[in-house]
T-cell receptor
Framework: EAGVVQSPRYKIIEKKQPVAFWCNPI?????LYWYLQNLGQGPELLIR????????DSQLPKDRFSAERLKGVDSTLKIQPAELGDSAVYLC??????????????FGPGTRLTVL | QKEVEQDPGPLSVPEGAIVSLNCTYS??????FMWYRQYSRKGPELLMY????GNKEDGRFTAQVDKSSKYISLFIRDSQPSDSATYLC???????????FGSGTRLLVRP
């Protein structure tokens, strides 16, 4: 079974440019997460989807970040405009259910963003 | 104060050594404790899962939770070079939708 797929794997952009990341979760997984992982840190939740509904976006910087999960499958995370401090790894994860405590989250390999 | 604290390492041990990795947490409401392993340029993968206090063993890995001291540990016996990775602890509460991760400990097992 294919795991969580993310693309691109690496992205280098100039500051103030837009950038988008794509995630395809494991088939049948209803819950999708976007995490931010800074160097030497653990993942931090940006947004969580249950099907196509964003049920927790409290940590998403909405002035420049946006996300969508049309049809409740693939998801896109966008940054516009990017800032130097956005350089990090953006991880996508999915799980069958919505309980963080009991539903295993499966992570993709991440997109490593460098903003120059 | 962070909700979950973890020594960043790096921790360097010879092959075959017993490794002890640890985290502390601040909120006594946390009931679920996980260890994720993250290889370089990869996403984290679930290694061990424990509910409440006690020990759980899986092959060379043992996860231990002491809720009285808010301390969680992962022990690796007979460590192998393939165990070289970053180990992240994560916690969650009852009916919680959120995982809270520690900052990770880098482990290097030398052949």
């Amino acid at each position: 079974e294919a795991g969580v797929v993310q693309s691109p794997r690496y992205k280098i952009i100039e500051k103030k440019q837009p950038v988008a990341f794509w995630c395809n979760p494991i088939s049948g997984h209803n819950t999708l997460y976007w995490y931010l992982q800074n160097l030497g840190q653990g993942p931090e939740l940006l947004i969580r989807y249950e099907n196509e509904e964003a049920v927790d976006d409290s940590q998403l910087p909405k002035d420049r970040f946006s996300a969508e999960r049309l049809k409740g499958v693939d998801s896109t995370l966008k940054i516009q405009p990017a800032e130097l401090g956005d350089s990090a790894v953006y991880l996508c994860a999915s799980s069958y259910g919505r309980q963080a405590s009991t539903d295993t989250q499966y992570f993709g390999p991440g997109t490593r963003l460098t903003v120059l | 104060q962070k909700e979950v604290e973890q020594d960043p390492g790096p921790l360097s041990v010879p092959e075959g050594a017993i490794v002890s990795l640890n985290c502390t947490y601040s909120n006594s409401a946390f009931q679920y404790f996980m260890w994720y392993r993250q290889y370089s340029r990869k996403g984290p993968e679930l290694l061990m899962y424990t509910y409440s206090s006690g020990n759980k063993e899986d092959g060379r890995f043992t996860a231990q939770v002491d809720k009285s001291s808010k301390y969680i540990s992962l022990f690796i016996r007979d460590s192998q070079p393939s165990d070289s990775a970053t180990y992240l602890c994560a916690v969650s509460g009852d009916s919680s939708y959120k995982l809270i991760f520690g900052s990770g400990t880098r482990l290097l097992v030398r052949p």
